[in-house]
Each structure stands twice: as C-alpha cells, then as structure tokens.
C-alpha cells in the first residue's frame, strides 16, 4: 500500500516522495490503499504527482482519480468516495 496520512477532512493524503515509478507497482500500492480508504469511510484521498511521475496519470484516471489542480512541475489529482464529497480547492490569486 502506498505511504499516506490521513487529513482533517476525513481524506488521504499519499505520500509522493515515496511513490514507485513502476506502474505495475503502482497500480498494486493503489488499488490497495482505495481497498482501505473505503473500509475506513474516507471521503476523498489526494494524489500528488511530481512531473517525473507523470506517466502515472492515465493508471491514476483509470482507477477513478480526476484532475483538481496544477502546477509547474506536479499535478494533484482526487478520488471522491461520493461525488458530493467535500474537496477545498487550491486559491487561484
């Protein structure tokens, strides 16, 4: 399972400086800790995905991940558990 810490709003945060850059790695460590997040009723987990992950996007989407924001060099995705689960947007200025 990917390395995580839970956050004030009831959601995961991983742990991006510890992510495997092999998909199918990936794709085992995430399924995984999506496994956990619903036996713990957690509404919403955070994905953030350095440029050099980058090629973890599209395994990320497939397994129900959607873009919420972006920055030069990483890209945050989410997973809501409902899709009116709460999930506070980055300020834009």
Known sequence: ???FEYNKFNGIIIDSTQLPADID???QQLSALLSH???QNKAVIWLTLPIEFAHLI???TSLGFT???CLATEITLI???KADDFAPFMPTH
């Open 79 to 81: 997973f809501k558990s």
């Open 67 to 69: 873009f919420h924001n």
């Open 25 to 27: 790695v990936f794709v």
């Open 37 to 39: 997040a619903k036996t």
């Open 58 to 60: 599209a395994t990320a």
């Open 1 to 3: 399972m990917l390395a």
